[in-house]
């Protein structure tokens, strides 16, 4: 038995857009600030890394590389260099996708503070799907 695993909690919203569609406008990190407020209010490219303006100071973003496997993975580096690594993956689900997050709880996370944080990846992606969903 893995004693040092988390809680993880998968986070889901269908999508009436093609997978390809919203896989390919999540996967490019200057998007993010439409979709993903609570991870980050702006992002620039600097020297080969995404910065993105967050609540926790300003922290860097890197996705998986492209795939055809819809995996949008992508690790967040504090400033302090620790970094969180945030599972992600958009598959086909009839003429749309579903969009599924896992967020894991960290070590001393309380039950409140892990369902705040619950509650903005479940808006992250309602607001992914209204901007897919009106284009």
């Excluded at 569609?21 to 020297?47: F, H, I, M, Q, T």
């Excluded at 300003?58 to 504090?78: K, Q, Y």
């Excluded at 969009?99 to 992606?125: C, H, I, M, N, Y």
Aim: hydrophobic share 40%.
């Amino acid at each position: 038995m893995d004693t040092t695993a988390s809680d993880s909690l998968h986070i889901s919203t269908h999508i009436d857009r093609p997978a390809q569609e919203v896989y390919d406008y999540a996967s490019d990190p200057s998007n993010l600030p439409a979709w993903a407020p609570g991870l980050g209010s702006s992002v620039e490219l600097v020297d080969g890394q995404w910065i993105v303006e967050s609540p926790m100071g300003r922290v860097v973003v890197a996705f998986a590389a492209r795939n055809e496997f819809g995996v949008l993975d992508h690790d967040v580096t504090l400033a302090s260099g620790e970094t969180f690594h945030n599972p992600m993956r958009v598959t086909v689900n009839g003429t749309g996708c579903e969009v599924v997050f896992t967020l894991r709880r960290q070590p001393g996370t309380s039950d409140e503070d892990f369902k705040r944080d619950a509650d903005a990846v479940f808006a992250d992606l309602i607001a992914l799907k209204r901007v897919m969903e009106r284009g």
